[in-house]
Every structure is written in C-alpha cells, then in structure tokens.
C-alpha cells in the first residue's frame, strides 16, 4: 500500500486495538434488509475451480473486500499480500458461515450504550454488519472522492480508512469505527488462518513468521534440532486429515 497504513503498522495497530465497539446508527430499513436479503448466488470467476466459487459476497463487495485487503496487506519484499493469500475467500467463507450468521453471539437486545470493555455492542451479525458497512463504505468514498472505494488509489484508500478508524469519516448506518475495525481484525485472521479455512494459501504467512502450523507432536524433531532453531515444513489440518 505505500506509504501510509503499511503492513507493520496495520498488524502493530491490530494488536493494540482497544476501541469500543458500541451500539451505532443502524435504521430498522437496514436492519430488516440485512437479514431478510435472499443470499447470493455464488459467483465463479472466469476459468476459476468450483472450490474457488464466492458463497456470500456479490461482484461489488468482492471487488471492495479485493482493494481493501490490498491496500491494508499489500505485497513486500516480506511476504505475500492479503489478495495472494486467499484473504478475499476465507472472508467469503466465514460470512457465509457461522461466524458471518452470528451462531454464537447474543443478538436479543436490548442494545443500550456499552463501555470498551463491553465489547461489539451492535444488533448485527458480521453478515449483516459487513454487507450494510461495505455498502455505506461506497457511498461514502463516493461523497468523499467522487468515485467507489474499488476505483480509488492507494492513497486514497489509506485516506479513507484513516477516516473511519479516527472517526473523522462517519458511515450511514452502521460506525465507521466499529466496521474498519472488525475488517481489519477479520482480515489479520484470514491471513494467518489455518488455509484449510481459505486464508494462508500454501501456508506462506505462516512460512513467514516461523509457524510450525498444527503439528501435533514434536517428538520425531527432538534429536534433529536439538539446540537449533526449529525450521521445519508447516503442516495444515488439511495434511491431517486422513485419506
């Protein structure tokens, strides 16, 4: 993403995101859209495996969720970039999942102020949360720059998403804040997610850091790096499985 929110700074801020999440301006309309939209067809790109068809997200919020993730993990001389490792279909997965339908949240109200320590505080879903905040986020870009957050540049993504965390650029009916935030620590996991989930592709996040990934026990290791540093191949829940 250049200059701006690079990749240090996003995982950094990420870490020490302490923000409250609290109830926002969230119309009934909205509300009552959100949950009653028929779900999407899934999209497959053009020559794309059907593995790779989008579950939840339409042509719109795949291209947002595409630039975003580009601009907030872009590629380095470090390691691959959100849109490489597979950000954009683990999101898709998780919003057409469980945690995208809220299975273990408590969403019976009553919604009343919070505190930071309270934590998300909205009568949302991520589903619902992310389809109303990525619509709202469009619109705003639009006010802003005169054009979609898809079709902005690099520079005025990180503009705009300095906007929404700072709270100087505020959403229609959702926070501006609680959404970044939410997308940004979505993003992170995906990132580092295990890639049987979508994320991670070919574990190179994980190659990254030194992450040995699920390996169940070290046993075999003990005697070859005794003394040394522990470099060995990752290994996925999908290498676990048995076949």
Do not use: C
Not at 95 to 121: C, D, H, K, N, V
Not at 160 to 187: C, H, M, R, W, Y
């Amino acid at each position: 993403m250049g200059k701006g929110l690079g990749r240090r700074h996003f995982l950094e801020a990420a870490a020490g995101a302490g923000a409250a999440l609290t109830v926002g301006r969230v119309s009934a309309e909205e509300q009552e859209q959100a949950a009653t939209a028929p779900g999407h067809q899934p999209h497959v790109a053009r020559n794309a495996p059907a593995a790779q068809a989008r579950l939840f997200l339409n042509d719109a919020e795949a291209a947002f969720l595409t630039a975003a993730i580009d601009v907030l993990l872009p590629a380095d001389d470090v390691g691959p970039g959100g849109v490489e490792a597979g950000v954009v279909l683990y999101l898709d997965r998780q919003l057409a999942g469980a945690w995208g339908s809220g299975a273990r949240m408590y969403l019976a109200g009553p919604w009343a102020e919070g505190t930071p320590q309270q934590g998300y505080q909205l009568p949302l879903n991520p589903a619902q949360l992310f389809r109303i905040g990525m619509a709202d986020s469009d619109r705003a870009a639009k006010d802003s720059f005169g054009k979609g957050f898809a079709q902005l540049d690099a520079a005025q993504r990180n503009d705009f998403f300095a906007g929404l965390s700072s709270g100087d650029i505020g959403l229609s009916n959702v926070p501006g804040k609680v959404f970044f935030l939410t997308l940004q620590e979505a993003v992170i996991e995906g990132y580092f997610s295990d890639p049987a989930y979508g994320g991670n592709k070919g574990m190179a996040a994980w190659r990254m850091i030194g992450f040995p990934g699920a390996r169940g026990a070290y046993l075999d290791d003990i005697a070859q790096y005794r003394g040394k540093p522990f470099q060995a191949e990752p290994v996925s829940l999908a290498d676990l499985q048995v076949r």
